[in-house]
């Protein structure tokens, strides 16, 4: 018992940690990301020699735009894109809006899953057959096609919206089952069956004795649903799908098309084959390393919480 618990906050301590250290990533890279993600630098110089970008890691630069009217020194952490844009900037200037684009899918996957999971638990026949029906179609459509084809077909409704909608349909249907699941081994205990003998029943029955043991459950599935979105996200970067309008900008070193406008993690991953082919590994790895140790961090915490909820019953 003690050696369990001892693992459940090993496993919260480093979830916590990680995204600590995410969080000053993000923190770091804001400091200046206005002015290093917004303009293009074609090249820059260092000991007489010439370099175009995407630049390496490490790199301490006098870079210059396109057209010569800006210049300035700039050491760059992590590397450039293709755009000669730092990717410490970058990655903290795309994180707050896809961390807000991943919450808001989240509460949209617990709302459309809570309620069609509670009316599965009190046993509505429509409401069962209507999600078994439902989800053995997205069981049988490969869940990043349908998600991609759904915010496809959105875009002209908003491309923000699409994209909630678009990757809610695809995690919904988890969450009602463990929500079914959990009203239905609760109706079941003896204590609900008292409960009901003694006529609570209807939304006082669902106060008072539902919603206690439906808390935890929800609050458990919490962290897989927001690691499971973030890679989602990058998922339908690399294919191309991703929040925002691009402007391609023509590249005779590398990569034919770099994306110039406001950057989403999403969006910083959609030149990632080009990059791979060109060999130029670090506008690749750096984005997606990012959103891995992310997903990572809240994978961590929600197995400590699990370990702990299961330690509790």
């Given at each position: 018992m003690r050696l369990r618990i001892?693992?459940?906050?090993?496993?919260?301590?480093?979830?916590?940690?990680?995204?600590?250290?995410?969080?000053?990533?993000?923190?770091?890279?804001?400091?200046?990301?206005?002015?290093?993600?917004e303009d293009v630098w074609a090249g820059g110089h260092t000991a007489n020699v010439i370099l175009l970008p995407p630049f390496p890691p490490?790199?301490?630069?006098?870079?210059?735009?396109?057209?010569?009217?800006?210049?300035?020194?700039?050491?760059f952490v992590l590397g450039s894109d293709g755009g000669g844009r730092d990717l410490l900037a970058l990655v903290g200037r795309a994180a707050i809006p896809s961390l807000e684009l991943v919450g808001v899918v989240v509460i949209a996957r617990f709302a459309i899953g809570t309620v069609i999971g509670i009316a599965m638990g009190f046993g509505s026949a429509i409401a069962r057959?209507?999600?078994?029906?439902?989800?053995?179609?997205?069981?049988?459509?490969?869940?990043?096609?349908?998600?991609?084809v759904a915010i496809q077909g959105l875009v002209p409704k908003g491309r923000p919206l699409a994209f909630v909608i678009g990757m809610a349909l695809v995690g919904w249907r988890d969450i009602a089952e463990l929500v079914a699941g959990q009203v239905e081994h609760v109706r079941s205990q003896s204590f609900a069956v008292a409960a009901r003998a003694?006529?609570?029943?209807?939304?006082?029955?669902?106060?008072?004795?539902?919603?206690?043991?439906?808390?935890?459950?929800?609050?458990?599935?919490?962290?897989?649903?927001?690691?499971?979105?973030?890679?989602?996200?990058?998922?339908?970067?690399?294919?191309?799908?991703?929040?925002?309008?691009?402007i391609p900008l023509e590249n005779y070193r590398g990569p034919a098309t770099v994306v110039i406008t406001k950057p989403e993690l999403g969006q910083l991953l959609s030149l990632t084959r080009e990059y791979i082919v060109a060999g130029?590994?670090?506008?690749?790895?750096?984005?997606?390393?990012?959103?891995?140790?992310?997903?990572?961090?809240?994978?961590?915490?929600?197995?400590?919480?699990?370990?702990?909820?299961?330690?509790?019953?």
């Open positions: 001892n693992s459940g906050v090993m496993l919260f301590g480093a979830g916590f940690l990680v995204l600590g250290l995410m969080a000053a990533l993000i923190i770091a890279g804001l400091r200046e990301a206005t002015y290093w993600t490490l790199s301490n630069l006098y870079v210059f735009n396109v057209d010569l009217s800006a210049r300035a020194q700039h050491f057959e209507s999600a078994q029906a439902i989800g053995s179609v997205v069981i049988g459509f490969p869940y990043l096609a349908l998600a991609a003694l006529g609570t029943d209807g939304l006082r029955f669902f106060r008072l004795h539902v919603i206690p043991f439906l808390r935890p459950t929800i609050g458990v599935e919490v962290p897989f649903q927001v690691s499971a979105s973030l890679v989602l996200l990058a998922e339908l970067g690399y294919i191309q799908v991703f929040l925002g309008p691009t130029q590994f670090w506008p690749a790895i750096v984005p997606a390393l990012v959103i891995a140790v992310v997903a990572l961090g809240f994978e961590l915490i929600g197995t400590a919480v699990r370990g702990r909820t299961r330690l509790g019953r």
